[in-house]
């Protein structure tokens, strides 16, 4: 048996682009399912999954829907219907790629289902949306949007070539073979900024040489959900969150913030981890201009024409200190805090732009003052990026993993 695409979309107002869409994906030799998740009209061809399917497996009855009375309800019907359909042929081993097309809609229907699929399964999303901020839509899921430039209604010259450009993306990233790789070894993640890089690069050449496979994480919000995603999932075998820095975004309403959860999911998930108030020094905003008026007497620095860095003071950072125990507190494996005591940070270090001794030592006494009795906190006398500390923060890992 081939590999298989499935195509989600309604069949109703858009049938005709899909059985477009459907020849020319199976004329690069590969099967199609489609889905019909349209509510209204009657379907242009037969679905190989009806939209009666898809509505039953969303808990709900078509003929209800139909009406268009209750839109509302009808969106969520087919979308958790969707989800559920998309998720078992996966499972059974019938979902190699998918594709979806439409306006906003159809992008929230099928991404929905999308986000239901691992990491790694191709996902291509042809929007009216794309271009915009799709975060929503994509979550932390690797959904590739491509601008339907015009709508998704008809054919003309941009529209046959927008359709066939991703009957080839879906096509090309479902035929394409999967690299060879070590597999087999044990992953852990790790949590990274610019200004923890030479910590979380040391460490991570500790625990490579050890024969653990590390899958490094931008702390820029999106970057912090999708390793909290991915922990909560079951891919990751133990925690490295060298990079904190993104409480310091949710305390001060910064612009890379992972939402309160942050550093929740490996205590819950029961996974060895090493908890360190990396970059808590900082809040993250865009460009200068854009900087709360609350916070424009404070120390701010230029990290790029885009990004202005926020130097977070004593309370913010008692409060981050509050938020790192309370996540030790819940684990429910072996959890280490390391403190790095001349700052925590590349721009927190003696002389540098964000040093500030009493505001680092309020989040590291937050911390303490907070702990369960029994969870161990190291103290060393040294800079998050030194060398010492992240071999010490690799090695107690490794600690935690051997044992």
Not at 78 to 92: I, K
Not at 115 to 123: A, E, N, Q, T
Not at 143 to 168: E, H, K, Q, W
Request: aromatic content about 6%; glycine content about 12%; charged content about 25%.
């Amino acid at each position: 048996m081939g590999k298989t695409v499935v195509i989600t979309g309604a069949l109703d107002t858009k049938g005709r682009e899909f059985a477009f869409l459907k020849e020319l994906i199976e004329k690069e030799g590969l099967e199609t399912l489609v889905i019909d998740f349209g509510v209204m009209g009657e379907p242009t061809f037969a679905a190989d999954v009806t939209r009666q399917e898809v509505a039953k497996a969303g808990g709900g009855d078509l003929s209800n829907l139909a009406s268009g009375e209750h839109k509302d309800v009808a969106m969520q019907v087919m979308a958790t219907g969707l989800t559920v359909v998309v998720r078992r042929l996966f499972e059974e081993g019938r979902l190699d790629g998918i594709i979806g097309m439409g306006g906003g809609g159809a992008t929230s229907l099928s991404t929905a289902a999308m986000r239901s699929l691992p990491v790694g399964v191709p996902k291509v999303m042809v929007s009216t949306l794309g271009g915009g901020d799709v975060s929503a839509y994509v979550g932390t899921r690797d959904i590739t949007f491509m601008p339907s430039i015009v709508d998704v209604a008809g054919f003309n010259r941009i529209s046959r070539a927008i359709y066939t450009n991703a009957a080839g993306a879906i096509a090309g990233m479902v035929k394409m073979e999967k690299g060879k790789g070590d597999d087999d070894k044990t992953i852990i993640a790790a949590s990274m900024f610019g200004n923890t890089t030479l910590a979380v690069d040391r460490a991570r050449g500790v625990l490579e040489a050890r024969g653990y496979e590390v899958l490094v994480f931008h702390a820029t919000g999106t970057g912090g959900r999708t390793m909290e995603d991915l922990i909560a999932d079951g891919y990751i075998a133990a925690s490295l969150d060298i990079t904190t820095t993104e409480l310091a975004d949710e305390v001060c309403g910064g612009v890379l913030n992972a939402g309160p959860e942050r550093c929740l999911s490996a205590s819950r998930a029961g996974i060895p981890t090493v908890l360190v108030p990396g970059c808590v020094d900082m809040a993250n905003f865009w460009a200068m201009d854009t900087i709360p008026d609350k916070y424009k007497s404070r120390t701010l620095y230029q990290w790029n024409p885009n990004i202005t860095l926020l130097r977070t003071n004593v309370e913010e950072n008692k409060r981050i200190g509050e938020m790192i125990a309370a996540a030790a507190n819940a684990a429910t494996a072996p959890v280490v805090i390391l403190i790095p005591l001349k700052g925590v940070s590349q721009l927190d270090s003696p002389g540098g732009v964000f040093w500030d001794p009493q505001a680092d030592r309020a989040c590291f006494e937050a911390i303490k003052k907070n702990l369960k009795p029994g969870i161990p906190v190291i103290e060393m006398d040294n800079n998050v990026n030194d060398p010492e500390f992240a071999d010490r923060a690799a090695e107690t890992l490794l600690d935690m993993l051997e044992k």
